[in-house]
T-cell receptor, first 116, second 110 residues
Framework: DAGVIQSPRHEVTEMGQEVTLRCKPI?????LFWYRQTMMRGLELLIY????????DSGMPEDRFSAKMPNASFSTLKIQPSEPRDSAVYFC??????????????FGSGTRLTVV | SQQGEEDPQALSIQEGENATMNCSYK?????LQWYRQNSGRGLVHLIL?????REKHSGRLRVTLDTSKKSSSLLITASRAADTASYFC??????????FGQGTTLQVKP
């Protein structure tokens, strides 16, 4: 398996533009998580899905952020409109049950977002 | 919100020495996990210890868990320059969410 795949790796956009981050989890994993990492706030859990259903989005900063998981192999995190304070590294992670349960979460390489 | 608090925030040691990092948390957990993050990279899972376990080993890593004190420690023995990274503890409770601490930055000098 190629691991959790995120795209793009880097995104530079102007304030007010829409940004879409993409994630492909590991095949067989049934949970997917979106985290944001900044120097000031560390790693923050934004939202997580279980079996493609959003379970907890209490970490989503505001209505400008939305996430979807239309199927087991794809998720998006959208920011519209983007603001400079959204600049961060956004990580997607997936985890599974049963055999996978002892191996924690598998993280993608992240998307470094810069909003200017 | 941060669940775990790690101590120290930064640690600098010589190659070959042992490195110990501590993590404290606030609420009951199902398991506690340790992750490593190299600069500019994603997080890599190191080890998972369940709430009914007290100690776990994986190669040069030793993790302990004391649920009565709500604390855990990660010991890296015979450290190498390649161990230089940030180390995070994370707790998973009944909600299924994994909440991370602020991390310990470890520098191993050759």
């Amino acid at each position: 398996d190629a691991g959790v795949i995120q795209s793009p790796r880097h995104e530079v956009t102007e304030m007010g533009q829409e940004v879409t981050l993409r994630c492909k989890p590991i095949s067989g994993h049934n949970s997917l998580f979106w985290y944001r990492q900044t120097m000031m706030r560390g790693l923050e859990l934004l939202i997580y899905f279980n079996n493609n259903v959003p379970i907890d989005d209490s970490g989503m900063p505001e209505d400008r952020f939305s996430a979807k998981m239309p199927n087991a192999s794809f998720s998006t995190l959208k920011i519209q409109p983007s603001e400079p304070r959204d600049s961060a590294v956004y990580f997607c992670a997936s985890s599974g049950q049963g055999y996978f349960a002892n191996y924690g979460y598998t993280f993608g390489s992240g998307t470094r977002l810069t909003v200017v | 919100s941060q669940q775990g608090e790690e101590d120290p925030q930064a640690l600098s040691i010589q190659e070959g020495e042992n490195a110990t990092m501590n993590c404290s948390y606030k609420t009951s957990i199902n398991n506690l996990q340790w992750y490593r993050q190299n600069s500019g990279r994603g997080l890599v899972h190191l080890i998972l210890i369940r709430s009914n376990e007290r100690e776990k080993h994986s190669g040069r890593l030793r993790v302990t868990l004391d649920t009565s004190k709500k604390s855990s420690s990660l010991l890296i023995t015979a450290s190498r320059a390649a161990d230089t990274a940030s180390y995070f503890c994370a707790t998973e409770g009944n909600t299924g969410k994994l909440i991370f601490g602020q991390g310990t930055t470890l520098q191993v000098k050759p």
